[in-house]
C-alpha cells in the first residue's frame, strides 16, 4: 500500500512521526479516511477515535479537540489530547465520567458546570471506548 | 590595622556563610525546575509551529470569507495579558517583562489579564484594572486552564468588550538570555498583500473556511498561552539560575576578603600582645 508521512503533535509532544497508510479521525463533521494522494484539506477536530494504519498494524487512539491538515501529501494531526489505546488510563477516565454525571444530576448546578459536565462524560466515554478497542484485536 | 575587632569581622563572615547557602540552594532548586521547564517548551514547539503556521495559512489563503475575529477594529479597548513569575530573585526577569508591558499599555485603554503572583501585585499597585480571573499562580496554571482563558477571551472579544488583546511574556531563548516579547493576539490580521491568481487557494476546508477558522481561532489562542507559559517558566527558572549563580559567586569573594581581613586583624592582635609581653619583662 502507498504511504504518506503523518505526524501527530500536541502540547504535550510529538505522539507519532512517520509514514502511515491510513488516517480515519474524527472532524467535526463526521469521520475521514485519510489516504496517499489526499487533496489539500484543513478540517477542525471533534471527539472520536483516531485510527492509525501504519506498517500492517492498526493502532487506536483517543484524539480531542485541534485539527487535521493535508498539505502536499503530508498529514498533520495537531490534537488538543491525543492518547493511544494502551497510554489511556482507564481509572481516571471512569472517574471523570463519574464526576460529570454527579453535576448532571444535581438539580442546582448552572448551566456552564452541566455544559462542562456534558463535555466531560464525552471525553471520557471516548477515552474508555478507545481504551476497551485494544482487547478486539 | 586592628581598628575592626576580630569578632565583628567573623560574624560577617558567618552571615555571609548562611546567604551563600541559601543562594547555592536555590541555584539548584532552579536548575533541577529548569531542565523540567526545558523539556516542556521542546516537547510543545511543534504543536505551535504548526497550528501558528496554518493559522496563516487560512487568513493568507483565502479572500472570501469574514470572520469576528479578522481586521482592525476602531475600538481603543485593550485587553492585555501579562505572564510573570510568581517569586521574586529571579534577576531581571519579573521586572523586564512588566517595562515592557507597561510602555506597550501606554495610551491605551487598557484591562490587564495578570499570570503570576507578581504580575497581579505590579498592577494592583499601579491601579490599573485587571480582570479577575483566579490565574494568579504561574505554576500551577495548566493546559486545560489555557483553553479556558481563551475561550473566554474569544467571548469577551465577540462581544466587543475588547478590541484588541495582546501578550505580554518571556521567550526563552538560550539558559543564558531570555527576552521579553509582546505580541497581538487578536484581532487577526493579513500579513500578505493582495496578488490575484497566487492567492486563490486549492485547500479544501470541511465544512467551509469561516467555520475551520471560527473553530481553530479558540484552539490557537489556548495554545499559544500554553506556548508562552512555557516559556515563560524556563525563562524564569533560567533567570533565577543565573542570578542565584552570580550572587553565590559574590558571596564567596566576600568571604575570601573578609577572612583575609580576619587573618590580618589576628596576626595585628597577636602581633601586639608580644610586643606589650616583651615590652612588660623588660
Known amino acids: ?137 | 590595622m586592628a581598628g575592626v575587632s576580630t569578632k565583628e569581622i567573623k560574624n560577617r563572615i558567618r552571615s555571609m556563610e548562611s546567604t551563600r547557602q541559601i543562594t547555592k540552594a536555590m541555584e539548584m532548586v532552579a536548575a533541577s525546575k529548569l531542565r523540567k521547564a526545558q523539556e516542556q517548551v521542546l516537547s510543545s514547539r511543534p504543536y505551535f509551529e504548526m497550528l501558528y503556521s496554518t493559522m496563516n495559512d487560512i487568513v493568507d489563503s483565502t479572500r472570501d470569507f469574514s470572520s469576528p475575529y479578522l481586521g482592525q477594529r476602531k475600538g481603543n479597548k485593550t485587553l492585555h495579558i501579562v505572564i510573570a513569575g510568581d517569586r521574586g530573585l529571579a534577576g531581571g526577569y519579573n521586572s523586564n517583562v512588566l517595562k515592557l508591558a507597561m510602555s506597550e499599555m501606554a495610551e491605551q485603554e487598557v484591562t490587564t489579564l495578570p499570570i503570576g503572583k507578581k504580575a497581579a501585585e505590579f498592577f494592583k499597585y499601579k491601579e490599573i484594572a485587571s480582570l479577575e480571573m483566579n490565574y494568579a499562580d504561574a505554576a500551577s496554571v495548566t493546559l486545560g486552564d489555557c483553553f479556558s482563558i481563551a475561550k473566554e477571551i474569544c467571548k469577551l472579544f465577540r462581544n466587543r468588550s475588547f478590541d484588541r488583546v495582546y501578550l505580554s511574556y518571556t521567550n526563552f531563548v538560550t539558559v543564558l538570555s531570555q527576552e521579553p516579547a509582546c505580541i497581538r493576539l487578536l484581532p487577526l490580521l493579513r500579513t500578505k498583500t493582495e496578488r490575484d491568481g497566487k492567492m486563490q487557494s486549492d485547500v479544501v476546508y470541511e465544512p467551509d473556511e469561516a467555520t475551520v477558522f471560527d473553530a481553530i481561532v479558540p484552539e490557537y489562542l489556548g495554545g499559544v498561552l500554553y506556548g508562552a507559559l512555557c516559556e515563560s517558566r524556563a525563562s524564569e527558572q533560567a533567570a533565577r539560575r543565573t542570578a542565584m549563580d552570580s550572587a553565590t559567586k559574590n558571596a564567596d569573594e566576600m568571604i575570601d576578603d573578609l577572612s583575609l581581613r580576619f587573618n590580618r586583624a589576628r596576626q595585628a592582635a597577636i602581633t601586639q600582645e608580644i610586643t606589650e609581653i616583651v615590652a612588660g619583662s623588660q
Open chain 1, 1 to 137: 500500500m502507498n504511504t504518506f508521512p503523518l505526524r501527530i503533535v500536541t502540547p504535550d509532544g510529538v505522539r507519532f512521526d512517520g509514514d502511515a497508510e491510513e488516517l480515519i479521525v474524527r472532524t467535526t463533521s463526521g469521520d475521514i479516511g485519510i489516504m496517499a494522494g489526499h487533496i489539500n484539506y484543513v478540517a477542525p477536530l471533534g471527539m472520536g477515535q483516531a485510527t492509525v494504519l501504519a506498517e500492517g498494524n492498526k493502532r487506536y487512539g483517543a484524539c480531542i479537540g485541534g485539527m487535521v491538515s493535508v498539505v502536499d501529501g503530508a498529514v498533520t494531526l495537531v490534537a488538543t489530547t491525543f492518547e493511544w489505546s494502551e497510554d489511556i488510563d482507564i481509572d481516571r477516565a471512569n472517574a471523570s465520567k463519574k464526576r460529570g454525571e454527579e453535576v448532571l444530576s444535581d438539580k442546582n448546578a448552572s448551566d456552564a458546570d452541566i455544559m462542562l459536565a456534558k463535555a466531560r462524560i464525552k471525553r471520557a466515554l471516548v477515552r474508555s471506548g478507545v481504551a476497551g478497542q485494544r482487547k478486539l484485536y
